[in-house]
């Protein structure tokens, strides 16, 4: 009853304070971390609170950028590439854009139905909260020191389509020996689905030495992904991975398996590449890593442990012209690009559309009596060259 109260007390007081809502700093203002250590540095913008570099060594002892993103600032508010915001209320995609409170099979009922925008494949589903999800609000820097900073959104009642106010707070800190820890909190005034996720694009290589994945290996815990059909809705099923070109439970390279692949085998129609959601068959174990990546080029290693039940993973299937930053062999005259399957999303984060999935047995409707929360350490480090082909 107390946390009840003071979840409750929280987000009223968000809504009624004037401070938090009513925000002035630039959307657009670079905030610096480093870790104590210094063996890792971040810049960060209120805007999405978005992720805008991360800066860890290489095997040769030298920094590198290796998260995808813009120079030029104003490119994260004119275009919605989901490069490194929380993504929110509700990450990821739902069926025609309704769900019903208490869920059901496709909103077929009963309970109260609710429509909110459907952003994605002529009308069909929704993508990422609405046409102004959370990586397009302006952010309340709440708090902040040398190593780490902390956002603060309020999202009203009614916003999008969703039912209650919603207070979201994420922290991302810098630790010694490159331990990046990201911690999202939610509390709700009124019952809503609430499904978030950082949504950062990566690649460990910076572009030196390659511009795909041949050099990236992946070994991911995992031995199903979640069905989809060809606009990537799920439809209830999960999908044993055992043996296929989506079965990464041994190290290998994310280029190749992708090559390997054909249209529209993991990524949608007529997509080459992923952009699935593999369930991790550990659950909630926060100690043993569950996802693992490294380049054999770079030497950069990560290991990811976390409190999220899936992994969606995008392999930048469709990256437009987007100018690279000059961090990664971009230059002035914008000729060096984001080339398709030259980088990937990870994204920590529960099943998909669940609200419309009641078969998947995930509650993800929060509320006063159930605040919300999203944890993720990613611990980067670099290959002993002996260990690794």
């Known amino acids: 009853m107390f946390t009840k109260t003071l979840t409750t007390l929280a987000a009223t007081a968000a809504v009624a304070s004037a401070t938090l809502v009513s925000n002035d700093t630039d959307p657009l203002l670079r905030i610096n971390i480093t870790s104590p250590d210094e063996s890792a540095h971040a810049t960060f913008l209120p805007f999405g609170a978005t992720m805008n570099s991360f800066w860890v060594k290489d095997k040769?002892?030298?920094f590198r950028d290796i998260l995808v993103g813009f120079d030029n600032l104003?490119?994260?508010e004119s275009s919605r590439a989901f490069f490194a915001p929380v993504v929110g209320r509700y990450a990821n995609r739902i069926r025609n854009g309704t769900f019903t409170i208490p869920i059901s099979k496709d909103a077929s009922g009963p309970g109260e139905k609710y429509q909110v925008p459907e952003n994605e494949h002529n009308g069909t589903n929704s993508l990422h909260g609405g046409d102004n999800g959370?990586?397009?609000r302006d952010w309340s820097v709440v708090d902040q020191g040398a190593n780490y900073v902390s956002f603060a959104l309020v999202d009203p009642a009614g916003t999008e389509g969703f039912p209650g106010t919603v207070l979201t707070t994420v922290t991302y800190s810098l630790n010694n020996d490159s331990v990046f820890d990201v911690a999202i909190s939610a509390s709700a005034t009124?019952?809503?689905p609430i499904l978030?996720?950082?949504?950062q694009y990566w690649n460990f290589e910076a572009y030196n030495e390659t511009e795909d994945l041949s050099g990236h290996y992946f070994e991911i815990k995992s031995s199903k992904i979640i069905e989809t059909d060809g606009n990537l809705?799920?439809?209830g099923k999960l999908?044993?991975?055992?043996?296929?070109l989506a079965d990464f439970n041994k190290a290998k390279s994310m280029g190749a398996a992708i090559n390997k692949t054909t249209a529209g085998e993991y990524c949608g129609t007529d997509c080459i590449g992923f952009d699935n959601a593999w369930i991790y068959d550990k659950q909630h174990s926060s100690s043993t890593p569950v996802l693992s990546i490294y380049s054999k080029n770079s030497g950069i290693k990560l290991d990811v442990t976390t409190n999220q039940p899936a992994l969606q993973i995008y392999t930048c299937n469709s990256m437009g012209s987007v100018p690279r930053k000059a961090s990664q062999g971009g230059s002035e005259n914008g000729t060096a690009i984001y080339e398709n399957h030259s980088c990937f999303v990870l994204e920590q984060e529960s099943y998909l559309d669940a609200i419309n999935n009641p078969e998947f047995g995930v509650d993800q409707i929060y509320g006063p009596d159930r605040p919300y929360f999203w944890s993720?350490?990613?611990a980067f480090s670099v290959l002993d060259d002996k260990s690794h082909h």
């Open 60 to 62: 040769y002892g030298e």
């Open 74 to 76: 104003t490119n994260y």
């Open 134 to 136: 959370f990586d397009r």
């Open 190 to 192: 009124a019952l809503t």
């Open 196 to 199: 978030l996720s950082a949504h």
């Open 233 to 235: 809705i799920p439809n």
């Open 239 to 244: 999908k044993d991975i055992k043996g296929t």
């Open 376 to 378: 993720a350490s990613y």
